[in-house]
Structure formats: C-alpha cells, structure tokens
C-alpha cells in the first residue's frame, strides 16, 4: 500500500470513528426529546426545547453524515441561498397571521 | 453530444466539487422549500386553529421513537456503505447498502401500522385539520423513504458492475449522492416527529 493509500485509509477509519459518536449522539438526543415530552410542559416551552434538539441533531447530520465539515464553498453557497429562502418562506405566512389578528393597526 | 454536463469523477477545477455533487445539492435545495411550505402551512393552521391536540395525545409516541432511532441508524449504515466503498470492500457496501434499504422497508411497515390504527379510529385525512397536515407530511416523507429505497437499492444490486466494469469512482460518488438524498430524508423526519408527535 502506497503512503496515498495508507493516509486515505486512516482518513476513514477517523470518519467511521467520528461516525460511531455521532450515531450514539443522536441516539441519546432522541431518547431526550421524547423524554421532555413526557413532561407535558407548556406548548411555547415544549416547542422551544424539541426545536433546539432537533436543529442540534440535524446539524449534526449535516456536518458529518453530509460531509459538511470538509465540503467545498460553492455547495455553502448553495445553502445560504436556500436557508434565506426558507426563513422568508416560513415568515411570510406567519407575518400574515400577525397581520389578521390585528398588531400591526 | 454537445451541450450536455458531462459525467466527471473528479472534481471540477472552478468549483471543487463534481457536477454529481453540485446536482444533488441543488435538487435538495428545492426540497427544502417543498417541504418547507408544508412546514410554514402546519404553523399557519396550528396558530389559526381555537382547539389543536397535543401529539402525544393524537399518536402512538413509543412507534414513532422506534421509526425515528430506524431512521437514525439507517443513515449510519448508509454512511458505512459509503466507507466501505472507500475501503474497496465491496462485500461489506452491499451488506451495509441492503441494511438501509432493510432499515426503509421497517420504518415503512411501521408507519403503516400507524395509519390502519388511525384508519381503526376513524381518523381520515378529511377528520380534521391536525390529521390532514399529518397525513400528508407523513405520506409525502413515506414517498422519500421510498425513492431513497429504491435508488440505494439499485445501487446495492449493480455495484458489482460497476466495480467490475472499472468505474469504481462513479460508484463511490453516485453512492455518496444517494446518501445525501437518505440523510436529508432522515433530517426531515428529525423535525416531524417533534412537530407531529411531541407538541
């Protein structure tokens, strides 16, 4: 095996280590999740709390089962785009409910 | 054929990335905004809504952890059947691509279980409002699950051939591809089952 081949190979036996603690990451988030919910909190506490778990995990998913953490600018690009989209896209409905109950008049 | 993006298998030089990737990562942009309607709609109808059950009023919790921690350990084994791809272990892609498309087909089961118990209840889309966002961000997650089977089906089937017809780095980066698709489906499900069953 060449020193190319030898330095890939450790390269992903790091990622496949980094993969196993992520797995058990995300394992032990979701037992919590389902753990507060048991705790039948207030809904604005509920949902503040099973929002921040969930964006944790999934940028947990991003970063390493998506390869974001080594992933070239171009494809970051990609997703500012996207994520600027998809706040307007989440806040432009809501701005119209605010808007029928009357807080902006 | 002029015109057409070529299949690379190495990285562009302006964009460091293959066409492959940049594809995939577009087409998933545009999910993100489907799915992100049907996100903004749920809000839009929960806030409008005087009366709107609790999820774990509504759902069976203990179902939905076990589909969530399939969901989770499936996007494992497709990260497994990528390495193994870099690790030129074909024996064990196929194992760890037939563990995921395995792991899709007991999520689906599941979820199938779920909805004849609510069918079992009387509970339609057309019951009300909670039940008709939940069926269709449900149905239209269950229909990712399932392209995402497929795909990584035909890629568990055919990586022989295409590992024994050379193209070894066009199966590597097609599988990596495919994975990014079953995270994002994987992702999608992270934030539903909060929103359709904890809340």
Not at chain 1, 25 to 36: D, E, F, R
Request: aromatic share 16%.
């Amino acid at each position: 095996m060449d020193s190319h081949a030898q330095s890939h190979a450790i390269d992903i036996d790091k990622q496949v280590r980094r993969y196993m603690v992520v797995f058990v990451t995300l394992l032990a988030l979701t037992v919590v999740t389902v753990g507060v919910s048991y705790m039948h909190l207030e809904v604005h506490e509920a949902v503040t709390v099973a929002l921040i778990i969930a964006c944790f995990k999934a940028s947990l998913v991003f970063l390493f089962f998506m390869h974001l953490v080594s992933e070239r600018q171009v494809i970051f690009v990609v997703l500012a785009f996207t994520a600027a989209f998809f706040l307007v896209l989440l806040f432009v409905p809501i701005l119209t409910i605010l808007d029928h109950i009357h807080i902006w008049v | 054929m002029e015109g057409l993006i070529p299949y690379i298998t190495e990285p562009r030089e302006d964009t460091g990335v293959t066409n492959g990737k940049i594809g995939i990562w577009l087409f998933l942009a545009s999910e993100v905004m489907l799915f992100g309607a049907f996100f903004a709609t749920y809000i839009v109808m929960r806030m409008g809504s005087e009366v709107w059950p609790r999820g774990w009023e509504a759902q069976n919790v203990p179902l939905g952890t076990v589909n969530t921690l399939v969901l989770i350990t499936s996007s494992v084994t497709m990260v497994m059947a990528w390495a193994s791809l870099e690790r030129s272990d074909l024996g064990k892609f196929r194992m760890f691509g037939a563990l995921t498309v395995g792991l899709g087909f007991v999520f689906l089961i599941i979820k199938y279980f779920e909805y004849m118990h609510h069918f079992a209840e009387g509970m339609y889309p057309r019951s009300d409002t909670y039940h008709a966002v939940y069926f269709t961000m449900t149905a239209l997650h269950a229909l990712h699950v399932i392209i995402g089977m497929s795909v990584n089906g035909y890629f568990t089937v055919m990586g022989n051939s295409y590992w024994e017809a050379g193209d070894r780095q066009l199966l590597i980066n097609r599988v990596e591809n495919s994975g990014l698709f079953w995270h994002f489906v994987d992702i999608v499900w992270i934030f539903l089952f909060p929103v359709l069953y904890l809340l």
